[in-house]
């Protein structure tokens, strides 16, 4: 994977059973490195306003067997009166 997906997530620095959000998540490399370094533990809200971008990032969750993800298409401006305003650990925008 590139610096563009790691170093954002490596910053934001998830822990094991945190709920974290993935704002922008197609393709899905950055997800998938959030799941790696939560363990497949917790859960991982990964939206995608772009619904055309929902296949690439369904398709690499699944082909790197991330099993803590949760993949929904809402606008971020949104997303906190869909989830509830305190509803994640840690956001990554």
Do not use: H, W
Request: glycine fraction near 8%; include cysteine; hydrophobic fraction near 45%.
């Amino acid at each position: 994977q590139g610096a563009s997906s790691f170093l954002p997530v490596m910053t934001l620095a998830p822990q094991d059973g945190e709920k974290v959000i993935d704002m922008a998540a197609a393709p899905g490399g950055k997800t998938t490195y959030l799941a790696a370094l939560m363990k497949n533990t917790g859960t991982l809200i990964a939206n995608e306003i772009n619904v055309d971008r929902l296949k690439s990032l369904k398709a690499n969750i699944q082909r790197m067997g991330v099993t803590n993800a949760i993949i929904c298409n809402y606008d971020g401006r949104v997303l906190p009166k869909v989830l509830g305003e305190f509803s994640a650990d840690r956001v990554l925008l």
